[in-house]
């Protein structure tokens, strides 16, 4: 079954420290995103990649740092920098061509103690 | 720059009545216009999208929206609701702007009653 996976599906930092959200896609799509949801407010684009060893901030990057060393792998990590980093993040990918049609994961909730 | 209006935080229909959901955008020229449904601690899934065609057009579970250019519309509806619809939905634009970004509205919650 092709789709992608986020893990984990919940998680508790320590005000702090630094914090890793893993995302990993097995249907060979180009690009990926991460977002951030908040209550009331949608989705937020954090970056997104549109190809390998490529990424771009997107609207509230601050706080925040990806890599894209593989094409099925897009990491977040939530640094320290980040002031209110309580919230549910979604990872997506898509395929130019396929009418941007993005495919989302399950989220991770995380939770700053 | 492209930005998405979803009027309605939230709304509540009793299960058999017809569903409209509202999405108003802002964008230069024809864009791609998607609607995705989330049920809760869950990510999103597709609905139905447009950006080319018939101005109807038909999407899963039975629902249905309409590109309205002339009113910079793309409202969902569904003429008969079940209780498993209880959901939240999001109305998202995208364009290519040297790179495809996809702008979502806020979302609105359905409730669906007995």
């Known amino acids: 079954d092709g789709g992608i996976t986020q893990s984990p599906k919940y998680l508790f930092r320590k005000e702090g420290q630094n914090v890793t959200l893993s995302c990993e896609q097995n249907?060979?799509?180009?690009?990926m995103y991460w977002y951030r949801q908040d209550p009331g407010q949608g989705l937020r684009l954090i970056y997104y990649s549109q190809i390998v060893n490529d990424f771009q901030k997107g609207d509230i990057a601050e706080g925040y740092s990806v890599s894209r060393e593989k094409k099925e792998s897009f990491p977040l990590t939530v640094t320290s920098a980040q002031k209110n980093p309580t919230a549910f993040y979604l990872c997506?990918?898509?395929?130019?061509?396929?009418?941007?049609?993005?495919?989302f994961g399950p989220g991770t909730r995380l939770t700053v103690l | 720059a492209q930005s998405v209006t979803q009027p309605d935080i939230h709304i509540t229909v009793s299960e058999g009545a017809s569903l409209e959901l509202r999405c108003n955008y802002s964008?230069?020229?024809?864009?791609?216009l998607f609607w995705y449904v989330q049920s809760p601690g869950q990510g999103l899934q597709l609905l139905l999208k447009?950006?080319?065609?018939?101005?109807l057009v038909q999407g899963i579970k039975g629902f249905e929206a309409e590109f309205k250019r002339s009113q910079s519309s793309f409202n969902l509806r569904k003429p008969s609701v079940h209780w498993s619809d209880a959901a939240e939905y999001f109305c998202a634009v995208g364009a290519d702007t040297g790179g495809f970004k996809t702008i979502f509205g806020a979302g609105t919650r359905l409730f669906v009653k007995a």
């Open positions: 249907l060979n799509h180009d690009a």
């Open positions: 447009y950006f080319s065609g018939d101005t």
């Open positions: 964008y230069g020229a024809t864009p791609y």
């Open positions: 997506a990918s898509s395929q130019p061509g396929l009418d941007h049609e993005q495919f």
